[in-house]
T-cell receptor, first 113, second 112 residues
Framework: NAGVTQTPKFQVLKTGQSMTLQCAQD?????MYWYRQDPGMGLRLIYYSASEGTTDKGEVPNGYNVSRLNKREFSLRLESAAPSQTSVYFC????????????FGEGSRLTVL | GENVEQHPSTLSVQEGDSAVIKCTYSDSASNYFPWYKQELGKRPQLIIDIRSNVGEKKDQRIAVTLNKTAKHFSLHITETQPEDSAVYFC???????????FGSGTRLLVRP
């Protein structure tokens, strides 16, 4: 099992460009998440999907869109990238509501110039 | 609950000493409190968790304590080793919620 797989691992964008971060999990988990990690600010929740067919905003959703393509895949899209979106992005998944371990991908480092 | 504060932001200890990291939360409905460890350049991983129906949980050199009245919970690492050096994150959530909200992290350095 690969667990949670994110692509790309590194990306450099110019301000105003768009891109999509892809995430897939092979653990048959119901819930999937996108976090961003910035120095001194921990892990902040961008969007999450409690189950296939649903998505909800987290703490910092502005500037992002998501798609829960199927049970395995959850993508994060930046329509018009801004320097403030320079960050490390982590996708994660877990099997059940509230409790249970959150499994993270390896992260995607995005730089917006 | 969507607010958890974590202290200190950095912590340096001598190998063999104990380390304590504390988090406070605001919503009394929160009832699940995990701790994640993130080594440099790697993904966060769960190391221990506690539910609100217990006050303490131990796993070898690490333990977590919960004070529901004061709304805070702490991670205790005893006999620290250099491989404990990492960033540690607390988190909280509640029944009926799918959101897991993290604290800002504590960078622990264990000096040999």
């Amino acid at each position: 099992n690969a667990g949670v797989t994110q692509t790309p691992k590194f990306q450099v964008l110019k301000t105003g460009q768009s891109m999509t971060l892809q995430c897939a999990q092979d653990m048959n988990h119901n819930s999937m998440y996108w976090y961003r990690q910035d120095p001194g600010m921990g892990l902040r929740l961008i969007y999450y999907s409690a189950s296939e067919g649903t998505t909800d905003k987290g703490e910092v959703p502005n500037g992002y869109n998501v798609s829960r393509l199927n049970k395995r895949e959850f993508s994060l899209r930046l329509e018009s990238a801004a320097p403030s979106q320079t960050s490390v992005y982590f996708c994660a998944s877990k099997k059940i509501q509230n409790t249970g371990e959150l499994f993270f991908g390896e992260g995607s480092r995005l730089t917006v110039l | 609950g969507e607010n958890v504060e974590q202290h200190p932001s950095t912590l340096s200890v001598q190998e063999g000493d104990s380390a304590v990291i504390k988090c406070t939360y605001s919503d009394s409905a929160s009832n699940y409190f995990p701790w994640y460890k993130q080594e440099l350049g790697k993904r966060p991983q769960l190391i221990i968790d506690i539910r609100s129906n217990v006050g303490e949980k131990k796993d070898q050199r690490i333990a977590v304590t919960l004070n529901k009245t004061a709304k805070h919970f702490s991670l205790h690492i005893t006999e620290t080793q250099p491989e404990d050096s990492a960033v540690y994150f607390c988190a909280e959530t509640m029944d009926s919620s799918y959101k897991l909200i993290f604290g800002s992290g504590t960078r622990l350095l264990v000096r040999p």
